[in-house]
């Protein structure tokens, strides 16, 4: 069965800093991969997907993520966090077509001043 | 933009009645999810449907059940509503193919008591 995993339930980075979240994956075949972001009281929002070529995919906002098969990971990244990206953050996979995804845990994102 | 509506944002029901919650997706989508959402579980997967009157089982479907009468709608039923299904419920919707999203609705935030 297929599993995402992101080991950091909460991160707390300053203002202006880098930012990277960590999302590993367990799928059998090739993954569809994607971010999401919730801000408090909404849905989620993508902010990035990849199903194949380029294993650096740019998102909105600034992020991008990278896949790396022979780690079966799709880190996040931000090269400098602004107050409004706190949000919980999603990793998903699913192997494309009408399936549902299958989340991560989410990681919850602390902005400080 | 895709829009996903879900008709209540909040909403208060006790033990035993039997709830509904409802999704209206605006973008002629074929795919339809529902999730809920809990603290430190992330979201998982409840039922979807690829078509109208179709529906398959995610990874919680037990105490739920759907209709989708119209492509456009997709309904989750508590038949007999438990406290432990106080949680937030989101719907998504996509379209039929191996590159298609998932666009989320706002989430019903949903109080069993």
């Known amino acids: 069965a297929q599993s995402v995993t992101q080991p950091d339930i909460h991160i707390t980075v300053s203002e202006g800093a880098s930012l990277e979240l960590r999302c590993n994956y367990s799928?059998?075949?090739?993954?569809?991969l994607f971010w999401y972001v919730q801000s408090p009281g909404q849905g989620l929002q993508l902010l990035l997907k990849?199903?194949?070529?380029?294993?650096l995919v740019q998102g909105i906002k600034g992020f991008e993520a990278e896949f790396k098969r022979s780690q079966s990971s799709f880190n996040l990244r931000k090269p400098s966090v602004h107050w409004s990206d706190a949000a919980e953050y999603f990793c998903?996979?699913?192997?494309?077509?009408?399936?549902?995804?299958?989340f991560g845990k989410g990681t919850h994102l602390i902005i400080q001043p | 933009d895709v829009k996903v509506t879900q008709s209540s944002r909040y909403l208060v029901k006790r033990t035993g009645e039997k709830v509904f919650l409802e999704c209206v997706q605006d973008?002629?989508?074929?795919?339809m999810f529902w999730y809920r959402q809990d603290p430190g579980l992330g979201l998982r997967l409840i039922y979807f449907?690829?078509?109208?009157?179709?529906?398959e089982k995610g990874d919680i479907p037990e105490g739920y059940s759907v209709s989708r009468e119209k492509k456009e709608r997709f309904s989750l039923i508590l038949e007999s509503a438990s406290t432990n299904q106080t949680s937030m419920y989101l719907c998504?919707?996509?379209?039929?193919?191996?590159?298609?999203?998932?666009?989320f609705g706002d989430g019903t935030r949903l109080s069993i008591l």
């Open positions: 998903a996979v699913t192997g494309g077509g009408a399936d549902g995804l299958t």
């Open positions: 998504a919707s996509s379209r039929t193919g191996r590159y298609q999203p998932q666009h």
């Open positions: 449907s690829y078509d109208v009157k179709m529906k």
């Open positions: 973008m002629d989508h074929e795919n």
């Open positions: 990849y199903f194949s070529g380029d294993t």
């Open positions: 799928y059998g075949a090739t993954p569809y």
